[in-house]
C-alpha cells in the first residue's frame, strides 16, 4: 500500500525511516524501477533488466564495509532506495546506483537525504570519488546531484531500453 501524501502544511513534520536494504527489498527494488520508469519515461523491458543485473550482482558479492545498499520507508511502505558499489574498475571509486523515490513522496527531502547517505558512506569507507551513470531526462535526480556536488564529465547518445536517451556520467570527489 503506498502512503498517503502529507498535506502541504504538514510537510515540515514530516516523518521517515532509512535502514539497510533486506533480501526481499531487492526485488522490490527492480519491480519498482521497472514498472515506474515504463510508466514514466516509456522504457522497455531491458532497463528492468539492468536493474536486475545490478541488484543480483549485488547480492551475490558485496563486501559490506564498502558496499551498501538503503531503503526509505514512510508510513510503513517501501518508498525508495539507492545503493552504493565499488566500481568494478577503479578501487577507491564507488559507483551510486538505483537511486529512486516514489512519485507520492517526492518533494520531501528523501531523495536528498538518501543521496548524502551515500556520501557520507563513501567518504568513512575510505573512497576518494564517487560516479554514476544516469540519462538526461531524470531532471530532479540530476538536480540532486549536482547539489550534492556532482559534476558531469560525460555525456553520450544510447538505445539501451529506449530510442533517443543520453546517457550522462557525474562524479563527485570526496
Not at 32 to 42: I, K, N, Q, V
Not at 150 to 156: D, G, K, N, P, T
Amino acid at each position: 500500500m503506498l502512503p498517503n501524501r502529507p498535506s502541504a502544511s504538514s510537510a515540515q513534520a514530516v516523518t521517515y525511516a532509512l535502514r539497510d536494504a533486506h533480501h526481499d527489498d531487492l526485488e522490490w527494488i527492480v519491480r519498482t524501477h521497472g514498472s515506474l520508469y515504463a510508466r514514466e519515461y516509456g522504457w522497455d523491458a531491458r532497463f528492468e533488466a539492468l536493474v536486475a543485473a545490478v541488484t543480483n550482482g549485488f547480492a551475490a558479492q558485496h563486501d559490506p564495509q564498502r558496499e551498501r545498499c538503503w531503503i526509505a520507508e514512510f508510513q510503513g511502505a517501501r518508498v525508495g532506495s539507492v545503493m552504493i558499489v565499488q566500481h568494478p574498475e577503479r578501487y577507491h571509486v564507488a559507483k551510486l546506483r538505483l537511486l529512486l523515490v516514489l512519485p507520492e513522496v517526492r518533494g520531501l527531502g528523501i531523495g536528498k537525504r538518501l543521496v548524502r547517505l551515500c556520501t557520507d558512506f563513501c567518504t568513512q569507507a575510505g573512497y576518494t570519488t564517487i560516479s554514476l551513470w544516469t540519462n538526461s531526462v531524470l531532471h530532479t535526480a540530476r538536480a540532486l546531484y549536482e547539489a550534492e556536488g556532482y559534476r558531469l564529465v560525460h555525456r553520450e547518445p544510447h538505445q539501451l531500453f529506449g530510442e533517443g536517451l543520453l546517457g550522462e556520467t557525474w562524479e563527485r570527489a570526496l
